[in-house]
């Protein structure tokens, strides 16, 4: 059986997050002030992304973590797990703490860059920027700004981009800051935190010549 998984390991996210670091010029021609992470996958890349920008410009970044989840597990059938079925609609699992007398996030005026390991039907990166794009609003209003005058905005960056037809589309301003390291055909990718097995030989099949 052609088994249509693509083994991903650690240093192959570490190296790609560099590389796109420096080929965006990201910091620069976007210079993010505030990550929100999508958890779970968006966790470890946000992370390792913050210490590039760092040596950049040597600021840390704060990271705001978000959960969202459209995917569910399916039975673990070995190496790298089953691929998991995609569910219809994105749920909220953690949002951010902002508005009441213990708000920690103030969005007003902030450069956001959303940070997520893969962008496949593009409906969980849809989903958070409509749904942060509201708070925004929310602020404006308590704030006394105008819609959309607070000079927010919003980028996105994903480690693989799956090269295929998008479920959903993001607003051209969001595009427009849009940084994926990587390109993908549209298989399953198996992350290396999701290998409960042998990270040893996870690695050994995310190295081996691409098929
Ligand atoms: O482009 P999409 O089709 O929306 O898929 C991408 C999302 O799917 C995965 O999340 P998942 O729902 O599996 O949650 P997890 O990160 O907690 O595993 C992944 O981390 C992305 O957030
Ligand atoms: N692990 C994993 N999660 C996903 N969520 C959406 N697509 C994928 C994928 O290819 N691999």
Not at 25 to 36: K, Q
Not at 68 to 85: I, T
Not at 143 to 164: H, L, M, Q
Request: charged share 25%; with cysteine; glycine share 10%.
């Amino acid at each position: 059986m052609v088994d249509n998984k693509l083994y991903i390991s650690y240093n192959q996210i570490h190296q790609l997050i560099d590389d796109a670091v420096g080929r965006f010029d990201l910091g620069d021609s976007y210079n993010p002030d505030l990550i929100i992470a999508i958890g779970g996958g968006g966790f470890i890349p946000a992370r390792i992304l913050r210490s590039f920008l760092k040596a950049k410009h040597g600021r840390n970044i704060p990271i705001q973590a978000i959960g969202l989840s459209l995917y569910e597990e399916l039975p673990n059938v070995g190496l790298g797990g089953a691929p998991e079925a995609p569910g219809t609609q994105v749920t909220k699992t953690q949002w951010l703490n902002f508005g009441g007398a213990d708000s920690l996030v103030s969005l007003l005026g902030r450069k956001i860059l959303v940070v997520d390991e893969v962008d496949d039907s593009r409906k969980t990166l849809v989903y958070a920027v409509a749904e942060l794009q509201k708070d925004i609003r929310e602020q404006e209003r308590q704030a006394g700004v105008p819609a959309g005058e607070s000079g927010t905005e919003i980028g996105i960056f994903v480690v693989y981009n799956k090269d295929k037809a998008k479920a959903e589309e993001l607003p051209p301003g969001v595009m427009a800051r849009y940084y994926p390291a990587a390109t993908t055909p549209d298989r399953w990718l198996c992350f290396p935190w999701d290998c409960v097995t042998d990270i040893g030989e996870h690695t050994a099949r995310a190295m081996q010549p691409r098929s």
